[in-house]
């Protein structure tokens, strides 16, 4: 595996965490808090996004516009049963969804469900890197490449894996104090 491919696949763990960071609702309303929902359309599992215009016309209102009028009770019922905890208010035509102040209960909660993504990030990294290690000690072993050589790309792996991993506790500092800000 060449570092460039190992980097590339650490960075998309990172997105993929930033990604679910952004599914975690802080005070304030935001399209991302969507993004996991899928809704049953004609027989199939569809993202929400591709079935209706998301907008936000105040911090603490979600708007959602279907395109097909017929979706709407379909989009109301995936929104009840995902685990946002949020009640759709349907007026025949839009989906509204009042995001309420959290409590600091809930803030809490929260912070430690945006634990759990990150750690689940980084051993991401951490299995990408393992991949990594050993097919550079398999090389090693097939005398493919030096003793030296193996140990500077294991180093170079570790670096990358560092990086990577401290971006992610960068992304959870910032997302945590997101949460915790009233």
Known sequence: MKLAELKDHMQKSVEATQ????????GRANASLLDR??????????????????GTPDASTIVIQPFDMGSIGTI?????????????????KVIRLNIPPLTAERRKELVKVAGK?????????????????????KQEK???????????????????????????DELLAAKEKDITTV
């Open 37 to 54: 929902i899928s809704v049953e359309y004609y027989g199939a599992e569809t993202p929400l996004k591709s079935l209706a215009t998301i």
């Open 142 to 168: 097939n005398s493919e490449i030096s003793e030296d050589e193996a140990r500077d790309l294991q180093e170079e792996i570790q670096k990358l894996t560092d990086q990577s991993t401290k971006r992610i």
């Open 76 to 92: 109301e019922k995936a929104i009840s049963l995902s685990d946002l905890g949020l009640t759709p208010n349907n007026d025949g």
């Open 19 to 26: 990604r679910s960071f952004n599914t975690i609702r802080t």
């Open 117 to 137: 993504l990150a750690e689940e990030g980084k051993v991401a990294i951490r299995n990408i890197r393992r991949d990594a290690v050993d097919e550079v000690r």
